[in-house]
């Protein structure tokens, strides 16, 4: 028997995939990360989840409009093969998180990576540099201060 997916595994998978907090999904961030795990998280709303435009929307601070428009966008992409291959492995691994919970598991929430940051902000330029988000800010932060701390540690103990 497999498991109801709920939007919170829809958004929890989309969410891991595209490497952002869970939350700005319901934000009005527009960056490219966050607009795409929004809009694809919509789609699964609507097929995997069979929820209305109307609850999808509530569920990601968005009326239902923007919900219909949004799934209309992404079906449009469903063409693609290589975006098709995409969302199904992302269906895959929603409905893996939809059935650790009904065992009682909870997923862990995505962590972010101070690496993969980095080396999407590098690889993506300026563009990319300004559309980091708060978290991601704070955690290269947190990497480069952890850093810090190891090597002034590591001369303390040398000198």
């Known amino acids: 028997?497999?498991?109801?997916?709920?939007?919170?595994?829809?958004?929890?998978?989309?969410?891991?995939?595209?490497?952002?907090?869970?939350?700005?999904?319901?934000?009005?961030?527009?960056?490219?990360?966050?607009?795409?795990?929004?809009?694809?998280?919509?789609?699964?709303?609507?097929?995997?989840?069979?929820?209305?435009?109307?609850?999808?929307g509530a569920a990601l601070g968005r009326g239902e409009h923007q919900a219909q428009t949004a799934f209309a966008t992404v079906e449009a992409r469903r063409c693609s093969p290589a975006f098709r291959e995409m969302m199904d492995g992302l269906e895959t691994a929603i409905l893996a998180i939809a059935r650790l919970r009904s065992l009682g598991m909870t997923p862990s929430a995505p962590s972010i990576d101070p690496r993969s940051i980095a080396e999407?902000?590098?690889?993506?330029?300026?563009?990319?540099?300004?559309?980091?988000?708060?978290h991601e800010i704070r955690a290269l932060c947190q990497a480069v201060l952890a850093d810090d701390r190891d090597h002034i540690e590591e001369e303390s103990v040398d000198g």
């Open 1 to 56: 028997m497999s498991a109801s997916v709920t939007m919170a595994d829809i958004i929890t998978g989309c969410a891991t995939h595209y490497a952002v907090e869970p939350g700005l999904l319901s934000t009005h961030r527009r960056d490219h990360l966050v607009q795409s795990a929004r809009m694809i998280a919509i789609w699964f709303g609507a097929s995997l989840a069979r929820l209305s435009f109307a609850e999808i």
């Open 120 to 134: 999407r902000i590098l690889a993506g330029g300026n563009r990319a540099a300004g559309m980091a988000s708060i």
